[in-house]
Every structure is written in structure tokens, then in C-alpha cells.
């Protein structure tokens, strides 16, 4: 007998809870808003040329519950690109399409504990492997999604991504372009990659994917959707459409869970007790399984590429949303 002759996912209990009533929600998402709305500390990203003309003073917050009920304050309406934040989403796509089984053995998921562009991380482990939500990783996922040509390939990519969206999302040209002219670290790591050989067909192609991919405009409430989504075991609660199966959801929760936030991954879970995804376009998605998802937008960045605010809102929102998911009150005596 082998462990996968005793995983049983058609037996697994899934426990859910809820939010608490829209008018409580609706009134902690905004003063958490205004709470933090006058830190400025951080700055704006400089990957990509594009990046540093974002405004340093939009802050915008949503919230979406697991039964489609949408919640905002601030500029949660404001695009900016997606960035690392598509990572998630795109493994759930692809391990819909191939098994998340095959991902996992052909990318890996453990964290590497280094920055999210490290060279080293591919070097260092057999094979190359490293995990889903880091740059090599991430082109190593995106490579191995089916397709007969690089523009078949992305139309299913843009639709799926969508589709956790609820809405289509198009890409912002000026950051593709900048995007393109400066990526020369991601096309090394797709090189590398191929070199150890963990990645699938032509690395320059995936590349090139794996770009497109984190030049798609959204809002936080978007981001909100898309979490929202996974919270809702692969189903998106707006538009009622299943995106993936509660396999696919699972798995995605759980390397959002182990490297969402790349190094600072840890204090991130002891901080917020729930999987989250940022991305150097300033956005976080933070997900409560069961209950629904957190999108924020403040583009202001720590040393680590994550958002400042959205860091902090995250934290206080899963505290007074009662959204962590490894908090727990004692048993009342003779409750039974």
C-alpha cells in the first residue's frame, strides 16, 4: 500500500464558517482603511521601469465572502498590474489541466527561504526544483500548461485567470512593454531551469507567458474575487461558475501557505494565520477558506517586495473578522 493508496479526497470533511454581518464588515474594512491610510513607509518597486510611476498614495481595500457578497473602501477600483499575485491562480489552472500531483514533482513546493528572483534556489536543489509562487518556479508552472502554440497557450491562461476574476482581464501594454525590455534576470532563470532540466518545451516561450501573465490589470476587488474563489473550493461566488476543482483550490492554498510571501512567509503566517499572495504591483490577496477573501492595493513595498498597508490591513482584518484560520477559543464546559 502507498500513501496515495490511503488519500482519499471523496472522504475529506471540509469545515466552513462565515463572515460576520455585512454592516460589521462594511464598517471594519473602512475604519481599518483610515487606520492605516497615513503610513507611507515603503517604496514604490523598481523591477520594471513602469512600476515606479505608480501613485504612492492609492490605498484600496475589498473584501468578498464566500456567498458573493462584495465589500470596498478606498480605491479598491484602481487597476494596477497583478504581478506575482497571478502566481497562485496559475498553478491552480495548471494543475487543473495536468494534476497538481505532476506539478508538485516536476516544480516542487517546498520554500527555498531566499528572495524571489534567486538564481541560487534553481541551483541548489535536484533538478531545479523550487516551489510554485517564486519567479523560477512560477516559469517552470506556466511552462508546463498544454497548448500547441504560445498564443493558444495564452488565451487559455488569460481566460482561466478571468474567470477567477468574474470579469475579462486585459493586459496593461505599458507594463508588458517595460516588462519585456527589462526581464533579462527571468529569461536567465528560464534558462537555467532548462539547463537542469525543469522546464517544459522552450524556456524563452514560458518566459514570455509567465510576463503576459503578470501584466494583467486588475483592482482589489478583483483580487478579492479571484481569493474568493479559492475560498470557495474552486467555485467563484459572483458568477457561480467553477473555475477548478476543490483539489486544485486546496493545493493552491497551500503553497500560497508555505511561500506566498516569499522569505517572510513565516511572520506573515504567525502574523495573519491565513495563505496570501503578494505581488510587486502593490497587491495582496489573502484568503479565509470557507469564509471568503481580502484583496488590498497600496503600492508602497517593504524591503521583501510586499505592500506595506496591505500587510497591515491584513493582519488587522483577520483579527477582527475572526478570518485566521489557526486561532481557536476553548470549548465552553459542559458545551457538548
Known amino acids: 500500500m502507498t500513501i496515495d493508496d490511503v488519500h482519499r479526497p471523496d472522504r475529506r470533511y471540509v469545515s466552513t464558517g462565515l463572515l460576520p454581518d455585512s454592516a460589521t464588515v462594511a464598517g471594519v474594512l473602512d475604519r481599518t482603511r483610515r487606520r492605516f491610510a497615513t503610513i507611507d513607509d515603503g517604496r514604490l518597486s523598481t523591477v520594471y521601469p513602469a512600476l515606479g510611476r505608480a501613485d504612492p498614495l492609492c490605498?484600496?481595500?475589498a473584501l468578498v465572502?464566500?456567498?458573493?457578497?462584495i465589500h470596498e473602501a478606498g480605491d479598491a477600483r484602481v487597476p494596477f498590474t497583478i504581478m506575482s499575485v497571478a502566481k497562485p491562480f496559475v498553478f491552480a489552472?495548471?494543475?487543473?489541466?495536468?494534476?497538481?500531483d505532476r506539478v508538485r514533482r516536476f516544480v516542487g513546493v517546498d520554500?527555498?527561504?531566499?528572495?524571489?528572483n534567486s538564481a541560487h534556489a534553481v541551483e541548489r536543489n535536484a533538478g531545479g526544483r523550487t516551489n510554485p509562487m517564486v519567479n523560477a518556479g512560477a516559469i517552470a508552472t506556466t511552462s508546463l500548461l498544454p497548448g500547441s502554440s504560445v498564443e493558444r497557450r495564452w488565451e487559455t491562461l488569460a481566460d482561466g485567470l478571468s474567470r477567477f476574476a468574474g470579469r475579462r482581464l486585459d493586459i496593461d501594454?505599458?507594463?508588458?512593454?517595460?516588462a519585456r525590455a527589462t526581464n533579462l534576470r527571468n529569461r536567465a532563470l528560464s534558462l537555467l531551469l532548462a539547463d537542469a532540466g525543469a522546464i517544459e518545451g522552450d524556456p524563452l516561450a514560458a518566459t514570455e507567458l509567465y510576463t503576459r501573465q503578470s501584466c494583467l490589470s486588475v483592482t482589489a476587488i478583483d483580487l478579492a474575487v479571484m481569493g474568493a474563489?479559492?475560498?470557495?473550493?474552486?467555485?467563484?461566488?459572483?458568477?457561480g461558475e467553477r473555475?477548478?476543482?476543490?483539489?486544485a483550490a486546496r493545493a493552491t492554498l497551500a503553497v500560497m501557505t508555505i511561500a506566498g510571501l516569499y522569505e517572510t512567509s513565516g511572520s506573515w503566517l504567525m502574523d495573519v494565520g491565513l495563505p496570501g499572495k503578494s505581488g510587486i504591483g502593490g497587491g495582496i490577496v489573502t484568503v479565509s477558506p470557507g469564509k471568503g477573501a481580502l484583496g488590498t492595493f497600496s503600492p508602497r513595498l517593504d524591503a521583501e517586495g510586499n505592500s506595506?498597508?496591505?500587510?497591515?490591513?491584513?493582519?488587522?482584518?483577520?483579527?477582527?473578522?475572526?478570518?485566521?484560520?489557526?486561532?481557536?477559543?476553548?470549548?465552553?464546559p459542559g458545551r457538548p
Open 59 to 61: 490605498f484600496g481595500l
Open 65 to 69: 465572502g464566500a456567498n458573493g457578497a
Open 93 to 100: 489552472l495548471v494543475g487543473e489541466r495536468i494534476g497538481t
Open 111 to 116: 520554500a527555498t527561504g531566499l528572495p524571489f
Open 173 to 178: 501594454e505599458e507594463m508588458l512593454d517595460s
Open 229 to 239: 474563489t479559492l475560498a470557495d473550493g474552486g467555485v467563484n461566488p459572483v458568477t
Open 243 to 247: 473555475v477548478v476543482g476543490p483539489e
Open 308 to 332: 506595506v498597508r496591505g500587510r497591515l490591513c491584513a493582519r488587522a482584518l483577520s483579527e477582527e473578522l475572526g478570518l485566521d484560520i489557526l486561532a481557536s477559543q476553548p470549548i465552553p
